[in-house]
């Protein structure tokens, strides 16, 4: 079955970083756009980046220039390099996978799978 499994997770002050790593299985994981997610406490879950099947990214511009998307195709994984972190990118971190090819913008992408989440808090 597919599996989306996150870590990387963790505590850090501002201005930190961290990176994130997604292992998928149980699918065709180089035939899918991936993405990250991230939900706030008493927030919408909200769109942080994702990377097309070609490599194409996007990013939201609360996050632009700070985090990095990337996939690794011969490990079935996909990352999240989070530099110059702040306060409010404190959040549930959730790896996704979306079943289409090429160019997938943040606003086109619809999950198909989800991870079970990994924990980031950033103090002040």
């Known amino acids: 079955q597919v599996q989306l499994v996150e870590s990387g997770g963790g505590s850090v002050q501002a201005g930190g970083s961290l990176r994130l790593s997604c292992a998928a299985s149980?699918?065709?994981?180089?035939?899918?756009?991936m993405g990250w997610f991230r939900q706030a406490p008493g927030k919408e879950r909200e769109g942080v980046a994702a990377?097309?099947?070609?490599?194409?990214?996007s990013y939201a511009d609360s996050v632009k220039g700070r985090f990095t998307i990337s996939r690794d195709n011969a490990k079935n994984t996909l990352y999240l390099q989070m530099n110059s972190l702040k306060p409010e990118d404190t959040a549930m971190y959730y790896c996704?996978?979306?079943?289409?090819?090429?160019?997938?913008?943040?606003?086109?992408?619809?999950?198909?799978?989800w991870g079970q989440g990994t924990q980031v808090t950033v103090s002040s």
């Open positions: 990377i097309g099947t070609n490599g194409f990214t």
């Open positions: 149980g699918y065709t994981y180089s035939t899918y756009c």
């Open positions: 996704a996978a979306f079943r289409a090819a090429g160019d997938c913008p943040l606003l086109i992408f619809r999950t198909s799978y």
